[in-house]
């Protein structure tokens, strides 16, 4: 797994992970993703090369909480999404990889149920959301909305299943401190965003 610190007020100190696998495996009709192992600490940048699309996005999807290992251990900022599940989303924010291509009126919409989901106020959601996609400038549509959509809760960790490594770079400054979880099929695609991230931390 490749992994780079982020050198900021988020890294400072003796702080405890953000996420953490311990064998966690999960099973579904007669397949088995796993055992993984892994850490991701506060502000890092964090990749994972998979051996198949399933595997890529139960990974990505058992790191945000979203489907729970059937053996193992996950634990996202200390929380166990078996038993903690509202507690975890409120921690990590799940990018999918598939596109949500949307007509312009649909933004506002899509971006309130997003922040329904965390109890976030609707015009704080939108106005933050809109400054978001003005960052991602450059970045399809399709992808920066499900991005911005992830972003308006303002997350510790970001979980992205098979991002696009030509977005790399817009990703990663979007992201800002937070920490980052990325599975990939590719060497090179997860090497786009080790280097991005490498990149973000050197002085100009």
């Known amino acids: 797994m490749g992994r780079l610190p982020f ?3 988020l890294n400072e100190g003796l702080l405890s992970f953000l996420l953490r696998m311990r064998e966690a495996c999960f099973a579904a009709s007669g397949l088995t993703v796993g055992p993984v192992t892994l850490d991701v600490d506060p502000g890092e940048r964090a990749t994972r090369v998979c051996s198949s699309v399933r595997e890529a996005h139960v990974v990505a999807l058992m790191a945000a909480g979203i489907v729970k290992a059937g053996s193992g251990c996950v634990l996202i900022d200390q929380f166990d ?3 903690q599940p509202a ?11 598939d596109p949500l291509p949307l007509a312009a009126a649909e ?31 450059g970045v399809h549509e399709a992808f920066a909305v499900p991005l911005a959509g992830a972003l308006v809760c303002n997350p510790k960790i970001v979980v992205l299943d098979r991002p696009q490594p030509v977005y790399a770079a817009r990703i990663v400054a979007a992201a800002g401190p937070r920490a980052i979880f990325s599975t990939h ?14 990149a973000a931390l050197t002085p100009v």
């Open 7 to 9: 050198e900021g007020t």
């Open 81 to 83: 999404p078996r038993v």
């Open 185 to 198: 099929l590719h060497s090179q695609e997860a090497a786009a965003f080790v280097n991005a991230a490498a």
């Open 107 to 137: 933004f506002d919409r899509y971006i309130v149920y997003r922040a329904a989901l965390w109890n976030v106020d609707p015009p704080r959601a939108l106005a933050h959301a809109k400054l978001l996609m003005e960052r991602l400038d």
């Open 87 to 97: 507690h975890c989303k409120r921690v990590a924010a799940f990018v999918p990889h």
